[in-house]
């Protein structure tokens, strides 16, 4: 599809190329000198103590939930309007995702009182997502998590360089989680980072990620070690030094960027408000500063969601939904976890979320062409249901 506004798009330049070419010539390719570099600037950047690159986001949840000390028989709280590798990442460690409501239609992140209802003995974590960028109650969930002795983990896959109270999203928990994949706010192809203060955990990570194995290939070859034990059951989620050289330059990038995409999100919300009251978009007047990772918009309850994207398709406008809830998926619904029957905000709202296209590099004059069609599938979407005789309920009822 040649769309008109693509929903994300990458900024990779003259810079990017020539810190792969930089790796290619230099030789070395797996994990080494210019992942260090990579890790020391973005726990520098982040506030963090210890960053540790890793394959993707997902790897990074399952190595957090694995050295937080999720096991068989404990369960960890978290949101079904993410994506699924939150929820997969505690069934990895073998554990049980249970399942908490969202706020509300301004708040889409975790309620905290939800939260704190889901909470059983066996409860030995919360991993918070936040959403599009925007912080979650922080302050809320640790007071929580303190009080009931439970580890806090952020999937802050869409929060890097979010701020809450002067402090960046994925270093108020135990451990943070970011990604690097295609379409966030910076990416290496495929990448992700853990963060963490805390040098136990830092130290388990780093086992982990690489088979448990006490030496690097690359310690070996500069001569720092000549064999290695294995003292855990780890894996290879290694980065490579291509991925961490396009994160370097992409890091550096990631001040200007998530600022465009906050001068970006203003110039939509405006727009929005004046053009189509009808829709509201959430986080209006959210705490913290956010990265603003997308662009979501609640239609009117009961909208015709679906033909509303095939007209904004058809006007070459791509949209997305963020996200079918996780709790929904077959593979998920025949689980039967706990939590699952009990969310109706994220039912209602989930139905009504349609992700509108946001990057760094999006013209102005884009965002106009974008709220306008907005406008105009909203009113034909709402024509076209009216023609459509009624279906039966059974028939319509994707339940
Ligand atoms: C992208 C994403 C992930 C997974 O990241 P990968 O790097 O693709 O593994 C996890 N959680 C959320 C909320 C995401 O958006």
Redesign the pocket.
Known sequence: MNWRVPLSDVDFGAEEEEAVRQVVKSRWLTMGAVTQEFEREFAAYVGARHAIAVT???AA?HLACVAAGLGAGDEAVLPAL??V??ANAVRYAGAVPVFADIAGENDLNLSVQAVEACITPRTRAIVV?HYGGYACDMPAILALAERHGLIVIE?A??AIGSELDGRMLGTWGSIGCY???SN?NMTSG?G?MLVTNDDRLAERLRLLRSHGMTSLTWDRHKGHAWSYDVVDLGYNYRIDEIRSALGRVQLRKLPRNNQLRREKTALYRRLLAECCPAVSVPFDGHEGVSACHLLPILLPAGAPREAFMEAMKAQGVQTSIHYPPVHRFSGYRRLNLPGASNLPQTEALAAREVTLPLYPALPDDAIRFVVEAVQTSLAGAAQAARNVPKISRNLRDDA
Do not use: I, P, V
Request: hydrophobic fraction near 45%.
């Open positions: 993707n986001a997902t949840l993410t994506f590798a939150t997502m999937d896959a869409h990604s690097f994949f966030k495929e992700g």
